[in-house]
């Protein structure tokens, strides 16, 4: 497949997402990776943050080497399982640090843990992010174009997504998906609502098919009828799947921009080659 260039826009915001690594030989895998992708001038990366902060000192150092090479770079956050003291003490760090963005989440409950902790949703924490540092941080949170996996109805959806908006963020990146009319309609629907805010769709590219089925499993994605029966039918043909997944990924990226999205999130899961031919096939 053959994409025109689309026109660059400096309004767009382009960026990417990691999750800090755990060996030596990750650390090492992580760090070419953003080096690759740095020469792209990404708004920002995105580091993730383990519930109850179980992988919070990973996910400042690698966000301290990431600004140490001259990229923004902004910690997850999220507060499931973690005590409001805890969380102001992570926040103070990151100011100490001179973070100015983060990315604000719920997160997963660890398993075998019965406490959901003081702050129970997003919005909770947001709103005590802004209680207890005002206007410094920019704040980026989720929302769900098909709806989060424990959202009751559809309502329900944006009425958890206005919550989080009100009590202060700044911007949202959505869980990612296959099929733009759920995002275009789910920006319809925000705007009728009174969110005003960015709304960038997150973008995952696809180069394990169980891989992404187990996520899209986990997440409430959707993966077309007819995506998974391709990518099926290609069994281990991991070359056949990632050249798909490069046509179907680059389309829906093209067709997001032309159509006015504010921007991409891309799910890189620590690796630089499909974001970066993907961002090369849009000529941005």
Same mark, same amino acid.
């Given at each position: 497949?053959?994409?025109?260039?689309?026109?660059?826009?400096?309004?767009?915001?382009?960026?990417?997402?990691?999750?800090?690594?755990?060996?030596?030989?990750?650390?090492?895998?992580?760090?070419?990776?953003?080096?690759?992708?740095?020469?792209?001038?990404?708004?920002?990366?995105?580091?993730?943050?383990?519930?109850?902060?179980?992988?919070?000192?990973?996910?400042?150092?690698?966000?301290?080497?990431?600004?140490?090479?001259?990229?923004?770079?902004?910690?997850?956050?999220?507060?499931?399982?973690?005590?409001?003291?805890?969380?102001?003490?992570?926040?103070?760090?990151?100011?100490?640090?001179?973070?100015?963005? /983060?990315?604000?989440?719920?997160?997963?409950?660890?398993?075998?843990?019965?406490?959901?902790?003081?702050?129970?949703?997003?919005?909770?924490?947001?709103?005590?992010?802004?209680?207890?540092?005002?206007?410094?941080?920019?704040?980026?949170?989720?929302?769900?174009?098909?709806?989060?996996?424990?959202?009751?109805?559809?309502?329900?959806? /944006?009425?958890?997504?206005?919550?989080?908006?009100?009590?202060?963020?700044?911007?949202?990146?959505?869980?990612?998906?296959?099929?733009?009319?759920?995002?275009?309609?789910?920006?319809?629907?925000?705007?009728?609502?009174?969110?005003?805010?960015?709304?960038?769709?997150?973008?995952?590219?696809?180069?394990?098919?169980?891989?992404?089925?187990?996520?899209?499993?986990?997440?409430?994605?959707?993966?077309?009828?007819?995506?998974?029966?391709?990518?099926?039918?290609?069994?281990?043909?991991?070359?056949?799947?990632?050249?798909?997944?490069?046509?179907?990924?680059?389309?829906?990226?093209?067709?997001?921009?032309?159509?006015?999205?504010?921007?991409?999130?891309?799910?890189?899961?620590?690796?630089?080659?499909?974001?970066?031919?993907?961002?090369?096939?849009?000529?941005?």
């Amino acid at each position: 497949m053959t994409s025109s260039p689309l026109t660059p826009s400096t309004s767009h915001t382009y960026s990417f997402e990691f999750f800090p690594p755990k060996t030596p030989e990750g650390k090492a895998n992580l760090r070419a990776t953003w080096q690759q992708l740095a020469p792209l001038k990404p708004r920002f990366f995105s580091v993730t943050f383990g519930a109850g902060g179980s992988t919070q000192q990973g996910t400042l150092d690698t966000v301290l080497e990431i600004r140490a090479g001259g990229q923004n770079a902004a910690p997850h956050i999220s507060c499931v399982a973690s005590s409001k003291a805890e969380i102001a003490a992570t926040l103070s760090r990151y100011r100490e640090n001179g973070i100015r963005h /983060l990315v604000a989440l719920r997160g997963d409950m660890p398993s075998g843990l019965a406490s959901a902790g003081e702050l129970r949703y997003a919005n909770e924490l947001v709103a005590f992010i802004r209680e207890t540092t005002g206007d410094w941080f920019h704040i980026e949170v989720a929302c769900y174009p098909e709806y989060h996996p424990q959202t009751r109805n559809a309502a329900d959806e /944006l009425k958890n997504f206005k919550r989080k908006v009100d009590a202060g963020a700044n911007s949202a990146i959505t869980q990612y998906f296959y099929n733009a009319d759920a995002y275009f309609r789910f920006v319809e629907e925000c705007a009728a609502t009174g969110i005003g805010i960015p709304i960038v769709p997150g973008i995952m590219p696809i180069g394990n098919f169980s891989q992404l089925a187990r996520f899209s499993d986990a997440c409430g994605a959707e993966i077309p009828r007819w995506m998974r029966i391709k990518l099926e039918s290609y069994r281990d043909d991991t070359a056949s799947i990632r050249a798909f997944g490069l046509d179907v990924v680059t389309a829906l990226c093209e067709k997001l921009l032309e159509a006015g999205a504010p921007g991409l999130h891309f799910y890189t899961l620590n690796q630089a080659g499909p974001a970066s031919t993907i961002w090369q096939r849009l000529g941005l």
